[in-house]
């Protein structure tokens, strides 16, 4: 099993970005996917999901209005489309997998997770 995060890079305050996470040995059709981040010195935090049966969207308040989760189930992909991105978007953001129908954001829910790709707002 793996999840392939990447899109990440260095944007301006304002911007756009738009990250996505491959999953291979697992399907969509059966796990639901968290999108967390762990800005530089704190601890990871979950602000997004996307349930497996019905793809319904879940997002914390730290971006609610500025990220879009969506999926492509044909190519086992999920999308983080992320605008209006401030500095303190800065961080490491993690996909990852969670068996079941539901969308959670707690860490231990999760069953597999990617490696990470950084994310720099400049102001």
């Known amino acids: 099993v793996q999840l392939q995060a990447s899109g990440g890079g260095l944007v301006q305050s304002g911007g756009s970005l738009t990250l996505s996470c491959v999953l291979s040995?697992?399907?969509?059709?059966?796990?639901?996917i968290g999108w967390f981040r762990q800005a530089p010195g704190q601890g990871r935090e979950g602000f997004s999901c996307?349930?497996?049966?019905?793809?319904?969207?879940y997002y914390s308040d730290s971006v609610k209005g500025r990220f879009t989760i969506s999926r492509d189930n044909a190519k086992n992909t999920v999308y983080l489309h992320m605008n209006s991105l401030k500095p303190e978007d800065t961080a490491v953001y993690y996909c990852?997998?969670?068996?079941?129908?539901?969308?959670?954001?707690?860490?231990?829910?999760?069953?597999?997770w990617g490696q990470g790709t950084l994310v720099t707002v400049s102001s």
């Open positions: 040995g697992i399907s969509l059709d059966d796990y639901a």
């Open positions: 990852a997998a969670d068996k079941g129908y539901g969308c959670y954001l707690f860490e231990l829910e999760y069953d597999y």
């Open positions: 996307i349930s497996s049966n019905n793809g319904r969207p």
